[in-house]
């Protein structure tokens, strides 16, 4: 299991990395963090490939500034908006009557064997709904269950080999030779959903800066996802060609007055509130938009996009088997009044806004919706409640024990310990016994036998038996 890991959450507003392992008690601590505004990203895709590589680059030296350890493995989000989804299934038989982690690695690689991946694609994940065993009824985890066949049904995400070449190509400037990637929508709902959540299934909506990406998740498993490629900074330039006005007031006027649910609407004698803004062309010019106006312009569209994935949601049938219901996260979640208006259009299905988890730490505050991509991205590599899948990789992934992690972190100074008191003795024998030691320390070596030898006595003997 790698040790000190690398996530990169590669997002059209913020490139974000963080450096985090387990500590002695199996928690993520958190090591080095860097942040830096997108540039050449629209969408989830990489448009300029060198400003790309250059905050890539920047952002993960931010992040190894406060961090000296070294980096066993890097782990990277990817959009939505250039993968494809199918299912499959696989079966093997148990030859032993005992499932152990090799046939649940050879049911997964049965399963995508089975699967017909479009050529032009990569697999990301390959994750198991369920298994069975001995057709019975459907498990989570057959680990050391007796049976003699073992199936699984599979979901599985595969990405555009030239998207995932240009974001491999945007990572070796910074060094990063091979890398996990991970869809951005299930990183988002394994940082935001609880058990029970996940037991009875529920629709995680990340509402980002370009994008909206939508998962439906039941168990410990992707069961559906999608994108939609709208998100806040469309109301950005909703707001900037309505009005007239340069994108940075358009911004502005987004965060400090955008609002679903205020009235702005005063005294009869007053009117309706008003607000000034810079005009194109002429910012030193100002005009008086109402600020109900404005409001209506927001709600359009963010009325759109939840309209949009309600739609694909009913078309797939997912909609009506909602679980826990719908819930609602990254940046676009935070704006006011948008859980009214989700309970609005999704009628009966319950709506919840939902943060990451938080993990504490001194660098920064992983508490908020914009933050849920690199949050999962951390869980789904450090948590110690995941399930098996196989990665990008075609690897098997596997859960995490706490006494595994404290296994794997004590014996290393027993082990050098070890290792200067033997360099230490090894420095006072000769050439000839550090030789001799290395051959029976070698199992790989075969150690000739010591020849027997014979004095004068026994070889006349030997002469006289042989005459009579």
């Known amino acids: 299991m790698s040790n000190t890991i690398l996530a990169i959450d590669i997002g059209s507003y913020n490139i974000t990395a963080v ?22 990203i629209e969408k989830g895709l990489i448009i300029n490939i060198e400003e790309a590589s250059k905050v890539i680059n920047d952002a993960v030296s931010l992040a190894k500034r406060s961090c000296f350890d070294q980096i066993d493995a890097s782990v ?18 148990v030859p032993n009557g005992l499932i152990t982690e ?10 995508l064997y089975n699967a017909t991946i479009v050529p032009e694609y990569e697999v990301v994940h390959v994750v198991p709904i369920y298994f069975k065993v001995d057709d019975s009824v459907e498990v989570d985890n057959p680990l050391n ?7 699984v049904s599979v979901y599985i995400v595969t990405a555009k080999r030239t998207a995932l070449t240009n974001i491999k190509s945007a990572l070796k400037v910074s060094g990063i030779e091979e890398a996990k990637f991970v869809l951005d929508g299930y990183a988002s709902a394994i940082s935001v959903l609880d058990y029970q959540q996940k037991k009875f299934g529920a629709t995680v909506i990340n509402m980002g800066s370009t994008t909206t990406e939508y998962v439906c998740y039941k168990g410990n498993s992707i069961i559906y996802n999608g994108f939609i490629p709208v998100g806040s900074n469309h109301i950005t330039n909703d707001l900037s060609v309505m009005l007239h006005t340069p994108p940075l007031a358009a911004e502005r006027i987004k965060t400090e007055y955008g609002s679903l649910t205020k009235s702005y609407v005063t005294d009869s004698d007053l009117g309706v509130a008003k607000v000034k803004i810079p005009r194109i062309g002429d910012e030193e010019s100002t005009s008086e938009i109402a600020l109900d106006y404005i409001q209506t312009i927001i709600h359009s569209r963010v009325e759109e996009v939840l309209v949009l994935v309600k739609n694909k949601l ?39 806004l939902s943060n990451p988890r938080n993990i504490k730490n001194g660098h920064l505050s992983f508490d908020d919706p914009a933050m849920c991509t690199i949050v999962g991205l951390l869980l789904y590599s450090l948590d110690t409640t995941r399930s098996y899948e196989l990665d990008s990789n075609k690897k098997l992934v596997k859960p995490i024990k706490k006494n595994q992690v404290q296994e794997e972190m004590v014996p290393n100074f027993q082990n050098n310990t070890n290792v200067n008191r033997n360099t230490s003795a090894n420095a006072n024998l000769t050439n000839e016994q550090q030789a001799r030691n290395e051959l029976n320390d070698n199992p790989a070596i075969l150690t000739p036998l010591a020849k027997q030898k014979k004095n004068s006595v026994s070889k006349f003997w030997s002469k006289v038996s042989e005459w009579f």
């Open 314 to 352: 009913k078309k797939v049938g997912i909609l009506d088997n909602a679980g826990s219901g719908v819930v609602i996260t990254g940046g676009l979640s935070k704006l006011e009044g948008v859980k009214n208006l989700a309970e609005k259009i999704y009628e009966a299905i319950p709506i919840t």
């Open 76 to 93: 990277v989000s990817i959009s939505g908006s250039y993968t494809k989804s199918i299912r499959s299934s696989g079966s093997v038989n």
């Open 102 to 111: 090799t046939e649940i690695n050879q049911v997964m690689q049965m399963a």
């Open 19 to 40: 450096i985090a392992k387990h500590d002695l008690e199996s928690n993520i601590n958190i090591l080095g963090t860097g942040i830096q505004k997108s540039e050449g």
């Open 145 to 151: 269950m007796n049976g003699s066949r073992l199936e």
